[in-house]
């Protein structure tokens, strides 16, 4: 034999085999391995020959080899076969010393890579590698221990080698051989190393089928992370077996070339792994046979689940891809490893689910500890997997299916164990499947949720600590991943076919917090109660904590961006770099669909919020119908869940889960109305069709129980048998057969199954008692045989009962949603072989309703993202928390406990702060600010302090969502701060209030004692602090200040308490309060105006204290103020609105000094805000300085008042050179001031007033137009003041200078720069001729300039009204100068306002005048003038000259107002027609000169303007006595009444309400009146006469012919209706009979009717004189013949002895008449003037005229000559006409 060092040769596989065969020859023993020796000889023999041959095999066999040398030559199938053959028989031996070189050759050969290809079974791969592996896999039997480390480190070698690939029966041997050394090892080192190994090989298995690769680098792993403190023994012993198998793992990780990564913990390779679920194994060891494990998992322990994965498997075989997209022939090999990967690790997690299901006991058994040691084992390294499970496992559908076909079904059954570790595991695994598959598992943890958590966490009373304790860790570990539980509420608690899981968990860790209930029964010791309310209390805290990042995470990131779930976020970018080649594409299209949003219509919130309210709804009327059905049904039909048909009712009977099956059945045997259709309904639902009688009855029985009630049974059983025979119509001759038969079969299976019944009834029996049935025949025997076989065999029960095993009474939710026989199965007791199969049934039973959810829309995953969902969470869990958190902070004072109550309180005030949720935010801020117990100082804790800080925390960082909380907030900083300064000893504010009255009064009020020092001293002197005392005292929450209204002695436990309390506020410094204050600048523009708000409610609450009012607020308002004045100015002025209302209401408080002191507070604000300069037309200051005018208008004080003038006054001395818009405000401050009753308030005002114009009045031009404008208003009323007349006085004289600063264009230049600064206002040209000529400005009708002059000179305007004369007469002759002088300057239109404005208004505004033109123009502040204005020296005096002044001012200016002709016109005929007969004859007066001084400057259309205004007068002015006849017409009605009553028509008044007396005198009073107005109205006609005579003598020769002919027309129209009102004789008649009232003369218009006449034939004669031409062209000639035809007709008419036809002598009868001849003597006196001056005019014609005008004159003049006259004037005239003209034409002829 050749020595050591030539053994195989020189190559390493010849070295490696060389060596192990020599060891196995040495140690082998001749004799019995003999032929093992011989052939190893022989192999060391040919070695290097076979070696060095191997070079020459062809490529195309090289995968057909598994044995390579070091060129990765392959050697040939024998030449394999020959080398291998002595390790195959070595390992057969059962010789450890044999076996041991043999197994350890084999491993070098692994990690030197001489053994290459697959391995999986004899009839896949290599045989020769399978059987090289089988026969190491068994070589761990031999028991030695040092042997099954060799085996474990060969086996972890093959899983880890990159050229050797094991698959399939391979791998799995491989994972249940180191699963056996684990459990049959009696080395605790090598049962660790098992573990380690199993670990590793799954990692490595599991790593490549997410990469896809067998050559994917793989990491040794730690340990370390697989053991928890507890599984260690000791120190030195625990770190010496963690470093061997550490070293063993890395050992082999690093032997293997082209594998190993640089080293990396478990924790690394996935998620991170939580301590509360870490795995446990139990450290001793076992001496059950290890193949007993295997061998007992029967096809029973699978529940059929074999057949899931067949399809699965022959299609991996095959090397087809599940997409679909395998090549034909052949396929790519890294294709078919592809394959093979994955179908390993599904293989390997089945297995290790299949292992976790092994049936095990509790009891102490050897074989018992073995399986129970193997079921955790396999737990825990699924629970590995899981946490470690990468994006295609997450994603797959095929390991989707895995999870619940296998995995639920191992968690279903290991939750019926009560072990710890067993427990914990599950709970771990299922949190893996919650955080890492939810969105396929929803039905799954659906159940198990409730069953393996919610069990443990509701069980308040009874629990197992250790189970409980794991459910509440899960549950903090749940909430550390947000979605989670937004995730679990959408698709649980708003599915109406799931439990409220998210509800109920709250519910549960409320129960849990608020622990036990006194007095009830419990297993739980105080400590751990104790644990377990902490527990639940942080378990709140987190889920508070959690839904905060979600709502953060949702309102930082745009939707679009938002990631669905952590499963998505896997599938999104696993699926972008995995090719459709590998698999994976077909299952990511075939995972788990997720939903964002169900409609689009509808937003994904408002979805969820329909499906919670119809859920919630739906199981309201559930829980109704199980106590009362008739009232549930019809709640639920109104409600519309169901339909009010009765098939529709009895669908819901028959299909709705929760229903009682015992109410269904009360409610389908009521005897009439709608149950009974309703039952008639449901059972024809049922097709019995080819149904045996018994089966047909309980599939009719399924859904209810039968009632107890014998006759709603019966009309139960005669439907179920009048639908059995229509179905089923060949089995009965009748319906009465099958009715009978079918009560006879209840009372079978009653008897048959009811343990209660001792003597059962028998076939016989059974036979007996249905005789004569079927219409009085037999039934067949052997018919009824066997339906009575299969009734006694199978009991009929209803559906829940065959799924209900005995148990505690179930939760109504459990009972609702079909969870109470889930939750029965985990708690069952073992050993009940009936039980045990009425659980598998049900196991079976939940994996078909599994199935049959996943095809329901309900089934589908939503993944949130709408934040409006955290809202609806808010309205579920805010009520439990609060009532959590409150009651554990009220009870307890552990620190921890405490720390993580308030913690809650901030993140859900938090939480329900920014998603808007008022009423619940203000909920946990106001108990909140209850637990700082500054309202009662004397119970302050430690606890409090935290509460104080927590608010303050809560203030500073979530300040911009806590709107109305805000006063809640600062109300207890209000109240720390009043508790800081007494335990600093200052003294209270209300010290600041009062003034002592003297000395003695000082001494009585000791409130400065420095309270420090007091409390140095101890509580005995501090009793007489009445502050301390009064806060020592326990008030309310809600009392007003700190101490409240709460009233008793103080005693002395309560003041030392006080002492030591106001020690423990000082861990609270001044500088974190004030951070609130100074840190408002950070809050956005909504949240300061909500901060603002709520520290104006606050301050005004302080200040309302009638005895101790404080300032804190107050002084914090005008700090804030000063912090936030930087803000823009939107933001700022919603700001001051609310801050100005505040000093507004405080500075009119009725106590003086608050109201001092908040008025000063905003003068130095107002004093810091206009040290800002304000840009032009910004209106801010003027906001800011709103409340001093508010205040002077509404503060009832002249204290207040007072100062509110010297702030104002200070503020325009200090800061006039920053103030803008701010001087609106002041003048409007002394606009109010100088209407005061108080006459030094007035003073006051205008001495600054009066500095503001004469040494500041630059700097209010140089701002706004308003300033000018407010100034003169502001003037104007200074004016109007009655206590000074030199104040009214100075005040037209600073208005004459303001109007002379405007005319000399101060105000306009000051604009115009504006406007070259700001390159001129669009829209708003500069005024035509302002060339930058300030000596010449041009004032236009443009806003700004009739702003300036308008309130000017209508102020001048209204002072005319004022009732003493100096100011009356300066302020007219100041309007009229400044009119005067600075007229020129002013545009047409201009022109054209101020007489609209100004000048026309003086006409309106006249005493005495009742018309409505006047009185609707009148304003009420001149009204109030009125009773102090002397009328009559008013008229005189100041009307007539103001109306001469416009009169001369319209003729100077005429050329730029003669477009206002026509309003003058108006106005002053307006004048001319009011019933005041001397405000008439001004008016004409002003008409008069009107025509004088500007009829030159008219043109012909003017004139005509004129002369028509003057027509329409006349017209207007006509005397009427209609009035006049009709009031005498009812005076005479009256008369005729008293005469005879009975003819009265006017209502009798029984009380005598107007008497006689009363009627006459309103009678004669309306005479009069009429009367008057008829007279007056003879003044004016008589006036207007005068104008036309004074228009015609200045003007007459400037008229054109058709203004002549109307001014002709004016007298004319005039003497026409004159002369028709005197020729009515029975009116003036009426009019004589009460000439005593009237004295009217008779006729009455007989003086109107001459003087018209007269004044148009003086026309008629001066236009044919002056005017030839015109007068023939008007025919003036004619028209003077007419008239003097009319008027001598006229006359001799009035002389005529019978002037009346015979109507006249009917008239004369009826009344009594003045005698004629004293009458016509009156009249022909009054005419004879007019007759004298048409006889002149008629013998002033030529005589050629006379002539042609004689034949109609003579008879006339005939006429005269023979009647009487009055006078001799008419007849002297007659004699001359006679002579000169009549006689003259006689001579001629």
């Not at 995470?553 to 699926?575: E, G, K």
């Not at 169900?598 to 829980?623: C, H, M, P, V, W």
């Not at 065999?793 to 148990?807: V, Y």
């Not at 600063?1301 to 700001?1318: C, F, H, P, T």
Request: proline share 4%; aromatic share 8%.
């Amino acid at each position: 034999m050749a020595s050591s060092q030539t053994l195989g040769g020189s190559t390493r596989l010849g070295r490696v085999l060389g060596t192990s065969l020599d060891k196995i020859i040495k140690n082998a023993a001749w004799r019995k391995h003999n032929k093992l020796v011989t052939h190893c000889k022989a192999v060391l023999d040919k070695l290097p020959e076979i070696i060095s041959d191997s070079s020459e095999t062809s490529e195309k066999d090289l995968f057909s080899c598994c044995l390579f040398n070091n060129n990765l030559a392959c050697f040939s199938p024998s030449d394999e076969e020959f080398i291998l053959e002595p390790l195959l028989m070595a390992c057969d031996t059962g010789s450890v010393k044999v076996i041991e070189p043999a197994v350890n050759c084999i491993q070098k050969l692994i990690i030197y890579s001489h053994l290459c290809g697959e391995v999986d079974s004899r009839e896949r791969g290599n045989p020769n590698l399978f059987q090289i592996f089988e026969s190491v896999c068994k070589c761990h039997d031999l028991g030695d221990e040092n042997m099954e480390l060799v085996v474990l480190k060969t086996l972890l070698s093959a899983v880890t080698s990159v050229s050797l690939h094991i698959h399939g029966d391979t791998l799995l041997q491989i994972v249940r051989t180191c699963y056996n050394i684990y459990l049959g090892s009696k080395n605790v080192v090598n049962q660790v190393t098992a573990k380690a190994s199993l670990v590793q090989m799954l990692v490595i298995v599991f790593r490549r089928m997410e990469a896809d690769s067998s050559t994917v680098p793989v990491q040794p792993i730690v340990v370390a992370d697989l053991f928890e403190t507890s599984e260690k023994s000791s120190p030195v012993d625990y770190i010496n077996v963690l470093h061997f198998v550490q070293n063993f793992i890395s050992k082999v990780i690093e032997d293997i070339e082209g594998v190993l990564n640089p080293t990396t913990s478990l924790k690394s390779m996935g998620h991170e792994d939580d301590d509360a679920f870490k795995a446990t194994v139990s450290g001793d060891g076992g001496s059950a046979d290890p193949e007993y494990l295997s061998d007992q998992l029967t096809d029973k322990d699978m529940l059929d689940a074999k057949y899931w994965e067949i399809g699965i498997f022959e299609s991996a075989r095959n090397g087809d891809l599940v997409n679909g997209d395998a090549e034909k022939d052949g396929g790519d090999l890294e294709f078919q490893i592809s394959n093979k990967l994955r179908r390993d690790a599904f293989l390997v997690f089945r297995a290790l689910c299949k292992l976790s299901m092994k049936t095990a006991t509790e009891e102490g058994g050897s074989v018992e500890q073995v399986l129970m040691r193997g079921k955790i084992l396999s737990l825990e390294l699924l629970k590995i997997l899981l946490e470690n499970a990468g994006s295609v496992f997450q994603t797959s559908k095929r390991f989707l299916g895995a999870i619940k076909q296998y995995l639920c079904l191992s968690l279903l059954k290991n939750s019926t164990l009560s072990l710890t570790n067993i427990f914990q595991l599950n709970c771990t695994i299922f949190m893996s499947l919650v955080s890492r598959f939810r969105a396929g598992l929803k039905a799954e943890i659906g159940v198990f949720f409730p069953m393996l958590i919610l069990r443990a966490l509701e069980n308040v009373a009874q629990p197992n600590f250790q189970h409980k304790m794991i459910a509440l860790r899960f549950l903090d570990k749940l909430c550390t991943d947000p979605q989670i539980l937004v995730d679990i509420f959408v698709n649980y608690d708003c599915d109406v076919e799931s439990p409220n899981i998210f509800e109920r968990m709250v519910n549960g860790l409320l129960k849990t917090a608020q622990g036990v209930h006194p007095g009830a029964a419990t297993i739980l010791s105080p400590v751990q109660d104790a644990t377990f309310k902490l527990e639940a209390i942080k378990c709140l805290v987190g889920i508070c904590r959690s839904m905060g990042v979600w709502m953060n995470r949702q309102l930082h990131m745009p939707d679009s961006q938002l990631p669905r779930t952590s499963v998505a976020d896997d599938q999104n970018s696993d699926t972008t770099n995995t090719s459709p080649a590998n698999g994976t594409g077909e299952d990511a299209a075939n995972g788990v669909q997720l939903l964002g949003e169900t409609n689009k219509d509808i937003s994904e919130a408002a979805t969820f919020e329909q499906r919670r309210a119809y859920k919630l709804e739906l199981q309201e009327g559930i829980s109704l119908f199980n106590r009362k059905p008739g009232k549930g049904i019809e709640f639920l039909v109104n409600a519309k869940k169901i339909g009010d048909t009765p098939e529709e009712i009895a669908t819901f009977l028959k299909k709705a889960s929760g229903l009682n099956q015992t109410m269904i059945g009360d409610y389908l045997g009521e005897r009439e109305g709608l149950p009974l259709r309703v039952m008639h309904a449901y059972a024809d639902s049922f097709d019995f069709e080819g149904m045996e009688f018994d089966q047909a009855i309980r599939s009719f029985l399924q859904g209810f129980r039968l009632p107890g009630e014998a006759q709603k049974i019966d009309r139960i059983m005669e439907k179920f048998s009048e639908r059995y025979c229509k179905c089923y119509p060949k089995a009965f001759s009748s319906a009465d057969t099958a009715y009978v038969l079918a009560y006879s079969v209840i009372l079978l299976n009653t008897d048959a199954h009811n343990p209660m019944v001792k003597n059962k009834m028998s076939k016989a029996d059974f036979l007996r008692n249905n005789r004569g049935i079927d219409d009085g025949k037999d039934l067949p025997e052997g018919y009824l045989g066997s339906l009575y076989d299969r009734i006694v065999k199978s009991e009929i029960k209803m559906k829940a009962d065959t799924l209900t095993l005995p148990s505690k009474q179930p939760t109504n939710e459990n009972k609702i949603l079909g969870l109470d026989s889930i939750l029965n199965l985990v708690i069952r007791k073992r050993g009940d072989e009936k039980v045990m199969q009425k659980n598998d049934e049900l196991i079976r039973h939940m994996q078909e309703q599994f199935k049959a959810k996943t095809g329901k829309s309900e089934s589908v995953y939503h993944a949130a993202t709408d934040i409006e969902i955290l809202r609806f969470m808010l309205e579920v869990c805010w009520a439990p928390m609060l009532a959590a958190f409150s009651v554990t902070l009220g009870q307890t004072d552990d620190e921890v406990s405490t720390f993580e109550c308030l913690q809650g309180f901030r993140y859900a005030i938090q939480a329900t702060a920014v998603m808007g949720m008022q009423t619940q935010r203000d909920a946990f801020v106001t108990s909140l600010a209850k637990f700082t117990s500054l309202h009662s100082a004397a119970d302050i804790k430690q606890k409090n302090i935290g509460a104080l800080k927590a608010i303050i925390t809560i203030a500073d960082e979530d300040g911009n969502y806590l709107q109305g909380a805000w006063e809640h907030i600062l109300t207890c900083l209000s109240r720390f701060e009043q508790l800081h300064l007494l335990g600093e000893g200052a003294p209270p504010d209300a010290t600041f209030f009062t003034v002592p009255q003297n000395e003695l009064e000082k001494i009585k009020h000791p409130l400065s004692p420095v309270f420090h020092s007091q409390k140095r001293k101890g509580a005995g002197q501090l009793q007489h602090a009445v502050t301390a005392g009064t806060i020592a005292r326990r008030g309310s929450y809600d009392s007003v200040g700190v101490g409240g209204n709460a009233s008793g002695i103080v005693t002395p436990e309560q003041m030392n308490n006080l002492v030591s309390n106001l020690n423990m506020l000082e861990q609270i410094g001044n500088f974190e309060m004030n951070c609130i204050f100074v840190h408002s600048e950070r809050l956005n523009s909504e949240a300061i105006v909500d901060f603002v708000k709520a520290l104006c409610k606050v301050s005004i609450e302080e200040l309302r204290s009638p005895t101790d009012p404080r300032v804190f607020s107050l002084t914090k308002i005008v700090e804030i103020a000063h912090y936030n004045m930087n803000r823009i100015r939107l933001v700022w002025s919603r700001i001051w609105n609310v801050l100005s209302s505040f000093f507004v209401t405080v500075g009119c408080s009725e106590n003086l000094s608050i109201a001092i002191f908040v008025m000063d507070s905003l003068r130095q604000l107002a004093m810091k805000f206009l040290e800002r300069e304000e840009l032009a037309n910004y209106n801010f200051q003027n906001e800011f300085m709103k409340p001093f005018v508010i205040v002077i208008q509404q503060s009832s004080s002249i204290e207040i008042r007072e100062l509110v003038i010297r702030c104002v006054s200070q503020m325009v001395l200090a800061r006039v050179n920053n103030i803008k818009s701010g001087w609106k405000s002041m003048f409007m401050v002394f606009t109010i001031a100088a209407a005061d009753d108080h006459k030094n308030i007035v003073l006051l005002a205008f001495e600054t007033i009066e500095k503001i114009v004469r040494d500041y009045f630059p700097y209010i031009i140089e701002t706004e137009t308003t300033t000018f404008t407010d100034c003169v208003n502001c003037l104007i009323a200074f004016m109007n003041t009655r206590f000074n007349k030199d104040i009214s006085l100075n005040a037209i004289a600073f208005l004459r200078f303001c109007a002379l600063k405007l005319a000399e264009g101060r105000l306009i230049s000051s604009l115009k720069n504006k406007d070259k600064e700001k390159f001129v206002k669009p829209g708003v040209p500069l005024a035509s001729g302002c060339n930058g000529d300030i000596d010449s400005p041009k004032f236009t009708d443009k806003d700004d300039h009739l702003s300036f002059w308008s309130p000017l000179l209508a102020g001048f305007s209204k002072l005319t009204f004022d009732p003493r004369p100096d100011i009356r007469k300066s302020a007219l002759q100041t309007l009229f100068d400044t009119l005067q002088h600075h007229g020129h300057l002013f545009s047409p239109a201009l022109w054209e306002r101020v007489f609209e404005s100004v000048l026309f208004p003086l006409f309106f505004y006249v005493p005495h005048d009742s018309s409505p033109v006047s009185s609707s123009l009148r304003s009420n502040d001149l009204e109030s003038k009125y009773t102090d204005l002397n009328e009559d020296d008013w008229i005189s005096d100041t009307f007539t000259l103001a109306l001469q002044l416009v009169v001369d001012l319209f003729v100077k200016f005429y050329p730029l107002v003669n477009l206002l002709l026509g309003n003058m016109l108006k106005h002053l005929t307006t004048i001319i027609k009011r019933p005041i007969q001397n405000l008439a004859g001004i008016g004409v007066s002003a008409f008069i000169r009107l025509m004088n001084n500007a009829g030159t400057l008219f043109s012909d259309d003017e004139w005509q303007q004129v002369l028509s205004f003057l027509k329409t007068t006349a017209e207007e002015t006509v005397p009427e006595f209609a009035q006049i006849v009709y009031i005498m017409a009812d005076i005479e009605t009256s008369d005729s009444a008293e005469e005879d009553p009975t003819k009265s028509s006017n209502p009798v008044f029984v009380n005598g309400t107007i008497s006689t007396q009363e009627a006459e005198n309103r009678d004669e009073n309306r005479l009069r009146l009429a009367v008057s107005d008829a007279k007056c109205r003879t003044a004016v006609q008589l006036l207007l006469i005068q104008v036309i005579m004074e228009i015609h003598n200045r003007h007459g020769e400037r008229l054109s012919a058709a203004n002549t002919i109307a001014l002709l027309d004016i007298p004319y129209s005039i003497a026409v209706h004159a002369h028709n009102v005197n020729s009515d004789y029975p009116l003036r008649l009426k009019v004589q009979e009460v000439n005593s009232i009237t004295q009217m003369p008779d006729p009455p218009l007989l003086s109107l009717e001459s003087e018209s006449y007269q004044a148009f034939l003086k026309l008629l004669q001066n236009v044919a004189h002056d005017k030839p031409i015109l007068a023939k062209e008007i025919e003036v000639e004619s028209r003077l013949v007419q008239l003097c035809e009319d008027v001598l007709q006229v006359y001799i008419n009035a002389a005529t002895p019978e002037p009346f036809s015979g109507s006249y002598d009917d008239l004369a009868k009826a009344h009594r008449i003045i005698p004629l001849h004293s009458a016509r003597r009156s009249e022909l006196a009054s005419r004879a003037p007019l007759v004298v001056a048409t006889l002149q005019a008629i013998s002033q014609l030529k005589i050629a005229t006379f002539k042609r005008y004689l034949s109609r004159l003579f008879p006339l003049l005939s006429s005269l000559i023979s009647c009487e006259h009055g006078t001799g004037e008419v007849q002297l005239a007659l004699s001359n006409i006679l002579s000169s003209c009549i006689g003259q034409i006689l001579l001629q002829a």
